[in-house]
């Protein structure tokens, strides 16, 4: 006999998606839903990336700073970017352009990207 499944909350959802993430990455985009406030997005973003760029870039994520390089210094490639790109957008619930998408060269590029997508009167 088949049960029907209870219907996942929003934040059932976001934990699936940051299961890989640390808490202080959950706590950090549960934040940012609630208040929709710029300042909860660097933990958010990095937790992201420590994901997506592996334990071996854990080092240099400690000294993260806006002109770290996705490629160069984390070694993601454009299709790794872009995922992890799409994650933010249903994480953080906004729409990136996709044209920006492809530039993406450094965190900073990722953090005014978030950024601007947060602003009142930025397409959501």
């Known amino acids: 006999m088949d049960f029907p499944q209870p219907e996942r909350t929003p934040d059932d959802k976001l934990g699936a998606a940051l299961r890989h993430c640390s808490r202080t990455t959950l706590e950090a985009a ?24 592996g334990p071996e870039a854990r080092p240099v994520l400690r000294q993260a700073h806006d002109g770290l390089r996705l ?35 450094t965190l900073g590029d990722m953090r005014r990207l978030a950024e601007n997508a947060v602003r009142p009167g930025a397409a959501a």
Do not use: K
């Not at 790794?80 to 933010?88: D, F, P, S, V």
């Open 71 to 105: 490629t160069e210094d984390l070694g993601l490639d454009s299709l790794t970017r872009i995922e992890m790109a799409l994650l933010l957008e249903e994480v953080l619930q906004l729409s990136l352009p996709e044209e920006r998408l492809r530039e993406l060269q």
């Open 30 to 53: 549960r934040r940012f839903r609630r208040t929709r406030d710029a300042v909860h997005l660097p933990p958010v973003l990095l937790g992201v990336l420590e994901h997506y760029a």
